[in-house]
């Protein structure tokens, strides 16, 4: 099929036939780096159990991906990936549970932009404004003078003493003088904002770390403009300067013999997040770790973006499986060795570091793990960036053409049909960049606001997730009829069913663990999809669907009533919010 063949109607041109399954690999390149965005925050609240976390993950998103793979093959004339293949299958049992797929992927997907650019943006203001060490001359000619400055019996001594158990109050004096001496030497575009305030339960902030985020952004966009195909190859450098490094980083310690083994014993989950001592195995201790698998979904399971771009293949036939299982085991490989490694150098103090918490000082951890000096820490530095903006751009691909593919389908509001010469969805990409710019003014607020941001993000993942991984059976049943390109085997379409469960029994107990409010807020998040859908489908489509909607599946809009599964897609959501509310009630934060 020629490469400029159109296949989905928008409002002025068409996405393009341009690539293959290695371009689809390329795109998805960029999701091993999702990585850096929580590596710190899962030490932080599962300690030890930390490497296994991100195994387990790992593999169940592996496992999960099969039944993704195959319905893509129902499609070769869709984008937008999973969530759009998902919702045709439960359109037929609810024409709002259906959207509710494709709007649920795309706010777990969108806010990528966000929170990769504040991060990358953390990395270039160490740079241009880097905070001094307590080693620091000028540091150390303020602590030395000014060591009477913190009586022992202040307010601020209590304060440290009951965040750091067994130290003394001269430990408390000796901290906390170090801290005002840095404080003072710190450059002020540090602490300048243009505008700042609290809504609920985070913050925003209009920072330096914003203003930076943002030009990163638009760099983004000016590359999406060219189209997938320009987005691919450029991805495809990127991707290499950033997943060689990310191995070397993964192996280089462990031929070194810098790893620690008794950094992985005994296994148990911490007493309390963020704070070094061992817990046990009750229920605070199984909280914090369903809190960990959580937010390692988001991103062990991201690679299926690979198959966002079904309508851009060649041969969709062929390049669909091989795109996404590709892409698969490479994200097993470095979410399994970079983990391990991290933790095996640097232990849980040094996991439980306030910048690699925040994802701010990974690269400095990292090039300390190769036995880099300054040199390779500028280096590591700016491939951390570059791994940052191809996450970015992975983010915005896959997330813009969810957007389009759910307006051409009649979910989301017409003008998000519309593509450029170049065959990208503009319009998708504008409404992603201006919602994000409003995100990345909370991600950029501080740690607290960034997790919320994270959190909220992951409870629509897991929406999203368990509609799909249950698509799977529904459309073996109600859609027998269509040819696939590939079928998963029966064991596999089975297991993904159960961790449609599993999962959602790790966003009720643990989306807590990261903010209070982040399952409610998710939630409320999800439930907007109803004014949007209403109002493209009652009041812009009159109550009917486009033609081509599922032209795939050979079905009219007559058709589309007869209901082949019967009541089990009905007993399956109400298993599912069970599951959630359960989970929620029965676990609970440690202390």
């Not at 797929?101 to 990395?123: D, K, T």
């Amino acid at each position: 099929m020629e490469a400029t063949v159109p296949i989905a109607l928008g409002q002025t041109s068409e996405l393009k036939r341009a690539i293959d399954w290695r371009g689809a690999f390329w795109v998805a390149s960029g999701v091993p780096a999702l990585v850096l965005f929580s590596i710190g925050g899962i030490a932080g609240t599962t300690g030890k159990v930390a490497f296994l976390v991100w195994f387990v993950s790992m593999v169940m998103g592996f496992i999960q991906s099969f039944t993704y793979a195959e319905i893509a093959g129902l499609f070769p004339n869709k984008s937008g990936g999973a969530s759009v293949y998902g919702a045709a299958a439960w359109v037929r049992y609810s024409k709002l549970i259906a959207p509710l797929s494709v709007w649920c992927n795309w706010f777990a997907w969108s806010p990528v932009l966000s929170l990769g650019c504040s991060i990358a943006a953390a990395y270039i203001l160490n740079v241009l404004a880097p905070i001094p060490g307590a080693d620091n001359p000028d540091v150390a000619k303020w602590i030395a003078a000014h060591a009477g400055s913190v009586a022992a019996d202040s307010p601020r001594v209590a304060e440290w003493l009951a965040l750091n158990a067994g130290k003394t109050a001269q430990d408390a004096v000796t901290a906390l003088v170090a801290q005002d001496g840095i404080a003072a030497f710190t450059p002020a575009l540090r602490s300048w904002t243009l505008f700042s305030h609290s809504l609920g339960p985070v913050s925003f902030s209009l920072n330096a770390t914003f203003w930076i985020g943002a030009v990163l952004m638009l760099v983004t966009f000016a590359i999406q403009h060219r189209g997938i195909l320009g987005t691919a190859n450029v991805q495809k450098y990127i991707g290499l300067l950033v997943i060689i490094p990310m191995l070397i980083v993964g192996i280089v310690p462990i031929i070194t013999g810098q790893i620690n083994w008794s950094n992985y014993t005994p296994l148990a989950p911490l007493a309390v997040a963020y704070a070094p001592g061992l817990g046990e195995w009750n229920i605070g201790g199984w909280t914090l770790v369903l809190g960990g698998l959580f937010i390692a979904a988001w991103s062990t399971y991201g690679f299926e973006t690979a198959i966002c771009y079904t309508s851009e293949f060649r041969d969709p036939k062929t390049d669909t499986f091989k795109a996404i299982f590709y892409s698969g085991l490479l994200c097993l490989l470095l979410y399994t060795l970079v983990p391990f490694t991290f933790q095996g150098v640097l232990g849980v103090d040094g996991m439980l570091d306030p910048t690699v918490v925040d994802g701010s000082g990974v690269a400095a951890a990292m090039a300390g793990m190769v036995g880099g000096g300054g040199f390779v820490t500028s280096i590591l530095i700016l491939l951390m960036i570059l791994a940052l903006m191809l996450s970015i751009m992975t983010a915005m691909a896959g997330s813009s053409r969810t957007l389009y593919q759910g307006s051409v389908d009649g979910w989301l509001p017409r003008y998000l049909s519309h593509v450029n010469e170049h065959g990208a969805p503009t319009r998708a990409m504008w409404t992603d960049l201006v919602v994000n710019l409003f995100a990345l003014a909370i991600a950029a607020a501080d740690a607290t606001s960034f997790f919320f941001l994270l959190a909220v993000s992951n409870v629509g993942y897991i929406i999203f997730n368990f509609l799909n991984l249950n698509a799977g059976w529904i459309h073996r049943i109600d859609n027998a009829h269509v040819k696939r390109p590939w079928k998963a085997p029966n064991i596999l379409i089975a297991l993904g069913t159960l961790f449609a469960f599993v999962n959602a029994a790790f966003m009720g107990a643990g989306a807590k663990v990261w903010n209070p409010s982040a399952l409610t807020a998710g939630f409320i998040t999800a439930a907007l999809i109803i004014p949007v859908f209403v109002y493209r489908h009652y009041i812009q489509d009159k109550g009917v669907f486009p033609d081509h909607m599922l032209e795939d599946l050979q079905l009219t809009e007559k058709e589309m009533t007869v209901r082949k599964a019967g009541i089990w897609p009905y007993v399956t959501l109400i298993a599912g919010v069970a599951v959630v509310l359960i989970a929620n009630r029965i676990f609970v934060l440690p202390g």
